[in-house]
């Protein structure tokens, strides 16, 4: 089995930055991707960022604001946001896929409001 761990999430006004942070453990395989995806009221879960070895997926709406970065384990990804916007309030969700398995953290809320 593997459990993923969210943190990070909060409110902070316009401009502001927050650092998401997920972890995996148990049964992980180093070889995976994780990643950020979110869902606002009224709206589809969508893409954020991702990465593996070998590439990175950010969303258009969230380039030159947000990173998405991974550790030596490749069991932790983390999401730094910055210049944040009321747009990008959502529930923001961890996905961790390997060649076995796809998880979902239990998602964590981002609220950008003054």
């Known amino acids: 089995q593997v459990q993923l761990v969210e943190s990070g999430g909060g409110l902070v006004q316009p401009g502001g930055s927050l650092r998401l942070s997920c972890t995996a453990s148990?049964?992980?395989?180093?070889?995976?991707?994780m990643g950020w995806y979110r869902q606002a009221p009224g709206k589809e879960r969508e893409l954020v960022a991702t990465?593996?070895?070998?590439?990175?997926n950010i969303a258009d709406s969230v380039k030159g604001r947000f990173t998405i970065s991974r550790n030596k384990l490749q069991n932790a990804a983390y999401l730094q946001m910055n210049s944040l916007e009321p747009e990008d309030t959502a529930v923001y969700y961890c996905n961790y896929r390997d060649r076995i398995r796809d998880l979902w953290g239990q998602g964590t809320q981002v609220t950008v409001s003054s």
């Open positions: 148990g049964n992980y395989i180093s070889v995976n991707t």
């Open positions: 990465h593996n070895r070998f590439e990175t």
